[in-house]
């Protein structure tokens, strides 16, 4: 009866998040303005994250956790750089 539960609830999260997942990747090709394109693929890691967590307890490995940390590691820093880049114009000053 439990493992039912959770396949279906993992089932439904994870369309869920794909769909999230989709609409952040048609706002990153249609953002009007790059703070909407930054914004865009700092949800679409944060889907991404969800996404693998949720393989992690559907396949219950630990490894898929291990990704999710790297990914979450890789997320904020572009999102730092990204902001940084909008905000003058430069990554690293001189």
Known sequence: MMDTVLLWAGTF???????AFAIATFRL?????????VLAVDTMFINGISIVLVLGVHFATSVYFDIALLMALFGFFSSTVMAKFLYKGEVIQP
Request: include cysteine; aromatic fraction near 6%; charge should be neutral.
């Open 29 to 37: 090709m249609m953002g009007p303005t790059p703070q909407d394109r």
């Open 13 to 19: 999260a994870l369309s869920c998040f794909a769909l």
